[in-house]
């Protein structure tokens, strides 16, 4: 079975400064990780995506995340905040030795971005 | 492209009445699923299909039924609607015109049983 843990229900952060969502992770095989973020009453919008390469992974609207295999963890970052980033941040993953199998979703991260 | 859709946005049953959440995309994606979102609990996947003609169970399938003659559509049909069953609803996509393991979303219908 696959599972995805954050860890935090909310982030606060100040504008300007770095931010940090935490993500770890449990797959039996190669695992496929994905960021998503929910604006209010919306989708949810694709983030970024690691399934194989460099372990740092770049994404939309300034965002990277760093894949680390010995810690599990999938970690999204960004180096400075913007009030417009505050959202519900979720994190996902599959199973990339089952071809289409069903991502596996976390219970999402809040992130509050303060003036 | 819209991309995908779903309607209603809004919708109020009673319990034990019936209704139909539809979605379709206009991607040409081959798979297709049904999440739920509950606060505190995120994304639990309902039902998904792998192209048209096939579905399968996800993680909470019970009271839902689906079905996939098309490609585009993937209805969500609640038989007997239930208190437990208000929730927010979205549908998804993926193909390989995307990239293979980017899901695209519904704006999502949000659903109230009394």
């Known amino acids: 079975a696959q599972s995805v843990a954050q860890p935090e229900d909310q982030v606060n952060v100040a504008e300007g400064n770095p931010l940090t969502v935490k993500c770890t992770y449990s797959?039996?095989?190669?695992?496929?990780l994905f960021w998503y973020v929910q604006y209010p009453n919306r989708g949810l919008q694709f983030l970024l995506k690691?399934?194989?390469?460099?372990?740092l992974v770049k994404g939309s609207y300034g965002f990277e995340a760093e894949f680390n295999k010995s810690q599990t963890s999938f970690h999204l970052k960004k180096p400075s905040a913007l009030v417009s980033d505050s959202a519900l941040y979720f994190c996902?993953?599959?199973?990339?030795?089952?071809?289409?199998?069903?991502?596996?979703f976390g219970k999402g991260t809040m992130l509050l971005v303060s003036p | 492209n819209a991309g995908v859709t779903q309607t209603p946005k809004f919708q109020v049953l009673k319990t034990g009445q019936s209704m139909t959440l539809q979605c379709a995309q206009d991607?040409?994606?081959?798979?297709m699923s049904w999440y739920r979102q509950d606060p505190g609990m995120g994304l639990r996947l309902i039902h998904y299909?792998?192209?048209?003609?096939?579905?399968d169970q996800g993680e909470v399938p019970n009271g839902y039924n689906v079905s996939r003659s098309t490609t585009e559509d993937f209805p969500l049909r609640l038989l007997s609607a239930a208190p437990s069953q208000t929730s927010v609803y979205f549908c998804?996509?993926?193909?390989?015109?995307?990239?293979?393991?980017?899901?695209?979303f519904g704006p999502g219908t949000r659903l109230t049983v009394l």
């Open positions: 996902a993953v599959r199973d990339g030795n089952s071809g289409y199998s069903t991502l596996t």
């Open positions: 797959v039996s095989g190669n695992p496929y």
């Open positions: 690691y399934i194989t390469g460099d372990n």
């Open positions: 991607m040409n994606h081959e798979y």
């Open positions: 299909s792998v192209g048209a003609g096939i579905t």
């Open positions: 998804a996509s993926i193909g390989a015109s995307g990239g293979r393991d980017t899901q695209y």
